[in-house]
């Protein structure tokens, strides 16, 4: 099956203490995408790679890091938590198609609360 | 630079009544996509609009960009149950395509 898969899926940990939440896509995808969700806001974009080896700012890239190391994966790190970062995060995968055009498949989500 | 707005933010719809979300842009969009998430799930795709003027229907739903690209209205038909959830357009950003903009949502709520 067809998927984007993400973990852990909720986690409560404390400001400070890095984490890292995974996300594996199955379709071949080159476009990886980090999402956080939080109420009145939208999903708002924290990085996004094109391909293996090639990572990009979102809109809110601060206190985050992404790696693609290999085409299915896209980790999410946070270095030194705060609670500012308390939120839903979504993983998203697509094709890379001419001007961008193509439809973001998402993960179920994280669901991330720093005390 | 480019910003994707979205209205109304909550849309209170009796079963049976028709009801209109937009999305607008200060700049010409390349592109735009809708997304609908139902309670507890994730962003699902829906469709996407590339020319000017498009006009596409699924079952009750008709999805349209404008003239001018820089806006997009999602119209629901005869509303069901079914369609309770929180209703996104997103664009990509025309100089930069990786960055995805997604509006603030419209969240729907169904009374029977």
């Known amino acids: 099956e067809a998927q984007v898969t993400q973990n852990p899926r909720y986690l409560i940990t404390v400001t400070g203490k890095k984490l890292t939440v995974t996300c594996s896509q199955n379709?071949?995808?080159?476009?990886m995408s980090w999402y956080r969700q939080d109420p009145g806001l939208g999903l708002r974009q924290i990085y996004y790679?094109?391909?293996?080896?090639?990572?990009d700012k979102g809109d809110v890239p601060e206190g985050y890091k992404v790696s693609r190391k290999e085409k299915r994966n896209f980790p999410l790190i946070l270095e030194s938590p705060s609670p500012n970062q308390t939120s839903l995060y979504f993983c998203?995968?697509?094709?890379?198609?001419?001007?961008?055009?193509?439809?973001?498949?998402f993960g179920d989500g994280t669901r991330l609360s720093i005390l | 630079g480019q910003q994707v707005m979205q209205i109304p933010q909550y849309q209170h719809v009796q079963e049976g009544e028709d009801f209109t979300t937009y999305c607008n842009s200060s700049?010409?969009?390349?592109?735009i996509q809708w997304y609908k998430q139902r309670p507890g799930g994730h962003p699902v795709f829906l469709i996407q609009?590339?020319?000017?003027?498009e006009v596409k229907k699924q079952k009750r739903l008709t999805f349209q960009f404008g003239e001018a690209k820089k806006n997009s209205s999602l119209h629901i038909t005869a509303t069901q149950t079914t369609d309770v959830g929180t209703y996104f357009c997103?664009?990509?950003?025309?100089?930069?395509?990786?960055?995805?903009?997604f509006g603030a949502g419209t969240q729907v709520v169904v009374t029977p």
């Open positions: 998203a995968s697509s094709l890379v198609g001419t001007g961008g055009n193509q439809p973001q498949h």
């Open positions: 379709m071949n995808h080159e476009y």
């Open positions: 790679s094109m391909n293996v080896e090639v990572t």
């Open positions: 700049t010409t969009l390349s592109n």
């Open positions: 609009l590339v020319k000017s003027g």
């Open positions: 997103a664009a990509h950003q025309t100089d930069s395509w990786g960055k995805l903009q």
